[in-house]
Protein backbone atom coordinates (compact mmCIF):
# COMPACT_ATOMS: atom_id res chain seq x y z
CA UNK A 1 0.00 0.00 0.00
CA UNK A 2 1.33 3.79 -1.42
CA UNK A 3 0.08 6.95 0.63
CA UNK A 4 0.54 10.47 -0.82
CA UNK A 5 0.57 13.65 1.18
CA UNK A 6 0.27 16.82 -1.64
CA UNK A 7 0.45 19.61 0.06
CA UNK A 8 -0.81 22.56 -2.38
CA UNK A 9 -0.48 26.41 -1.38
CA UNK A 10 -3.17 28.24 -3.38
CA UNK A 11 -3.59 31.73 -3.87
CA UNK A 12 -6.28 33.07 -1.81
CA UNK A 13 -8.25 34.54 -4.61
CA UNK A 14 -8.04 31.15 -6.60
CA UNK A 15 -9.00 28.80 -3.72
CA UNK A 16 -12.95 28.43 -5.29
CA UNK A 17 -11.42 27.71 -8.95
CA UNK A 18 -8.89 25.10 -7.17
CA UNK A 19 -11.59 23.27 -4.87
CA UNK A 20 -13.74 22.97 -7.65
CA UNK A 21 -11.25 21.45 -10.64
CA UNK A 22 -10.46 19.39 -7.26
CA UNK A 23 -13.99 17.85 -7.01
CA UNK A 24 -13.89 16.46 -11.13
CA UNK A 25 -10.38 14.97 -10.04
CA UNK A 26 -11.68 12.92 -7.13
CA UNK A 27 -14.76 11.89 -9.17
CA UNK A 28 -12.93 10.48 -11.38
CA UNK A 29 -10.09 8.99 -9.52
CA UNK A 30 -11.96 7.10 -6.96
CA UNK A 31 -13.22 5.26 -9.91
CA UNK A 32 -9.32 4.40 -10.85
CA UNK A 33 -8.75 0.37 -10.60
CA UNK A 34 -6.25 0.74 -7.32
CA UNK A 35 -7.55 4.08 -5.72
CA UNK A 36 -8.20 2.92 -2.09
CA UNK A 37 -8.73 6.84 -0.45
CA UNK A 38 -7.96 9.91 -2.58
CA UNK A 39 -9.51 13.19 -0.39
CA UNK A 40 -8.89 17.15 -0.13
CA UNK A 41 -8.15 18.48 3.13
CA UNK A 42 -8.11 22.25 3.81
CA UNK A 43 -5.70 23.98 6.91
CA UNK A 44 -7.54 24.69 9.68
CA UNK A 45 -5.43 27.87 10.38
CA UNK A 46 -4.52 28.73 6.59
CA UNK A 47 -7.39 28.50 4.08
CA UNK A 48 -4.66 28.52 1.34
CA UNK A 49 -3.52 25.09 2.25
CA UNK A 50 -5.11 22.55 -0.08
CA UNK A 51 -3.95 19.03 1.37
CA UNK A 52 -4.42 16.08 -1.24
CA UNK A 53 -4.53 12.58 1.09
CA UNK A 54 -3.93 9.48 -1.40
CA UNK A 55 -4.35 5.63 -0.77
CA UNK A 56 -3.48 4.02 -3.53
CA UNK A 57 -3.04 -0.27 -3.68
CA UNK A 58 0.19 -0.19 -5.34
CA UNK A 59 2.92 1.80 -6.74
CA UNK A 60 1.33 0.55 -10.53
CA UNK A 61 -1.84 1.95 -9.69
CA UNK A 62 -0.27 5.27 -8.77
CA UNK A 63 1.51 5.36 -12.35
CA UNK A 64 -1.77 4.87 -13.88
CA UNK A 65 -2.94 7.67 -12.18
CA UNK A 66 -0.67 10.10 -13.04
CA UNK A 67 -1.24 9.08 -16.77
CA UNK A 68 -4.75 9.36 -16.78
CA UNK A 69 -6.51 12.16 -18.66
CA UNK A 70 -8.20 14.04 -15.48
CA UNK A 71 -5.34 14.19 -13.90
CA UNK A 72 -2.97 15.31 -16.63
CA UNK A 73 -5.54 17.98 -17.62
CA UNK A 74 -6.60 19.28 -14.06
CA UNK A 75 -2.93 18.61 -11.94
CA UNK A 76 -1.38 21.89 -14.17
CA UNK A 77 -4.65 24.06 -13.51
CA UNK A 78 -4.19 23.43 -9.52
CA UNK A 79 -0.07 24.10 -10.00
CA UNK A 80 -1.15 27.50 -12.31
CA UNK A 81 -3.07 28.62 -9.29
CA UNK A 82 -0.35 27.98 -6.52
CA UNK A 83 1.65 30.72 -4.73
CA UNK A 84 4.70 27.80 -4.78
CA UNK A 85 5.17 24.23 -5.77
CA UNK A 86 3.74 21.74 -3.95
CA UNK A 87 5.05 19.31 -1.48
CA UNK A 88 4.38 15.72 -2.14
CA UNK A 89 5.84 12.38 -0.38
CA UNK A 90 4.99 8.69 -1.02
CA UNK A 91 5.13 6.98 2.29
CA UNK A 92 5.38 2.68 2.52
CA UNK A 93 4.19 1.44 5.82
CA UNK A 94 6.66 -0.32 7.79
CA UNK A 95 4.95 -1.28 11.06
Known sequence: MIKVIAKNYIKKDKI???LQATKELIEATVKEEGCIKYEMY???KDESILTMMEEWES??????H???EHYR???P?????????????LYKKVI
Open 42 to 44: QDI
Open 66 to 68: SNS
Open 73 to 75: RIV
Open 16 to 18: EEV
Open 59 to 64: MDALKN
Open 77 to 89: IIGEYSEKAAETN
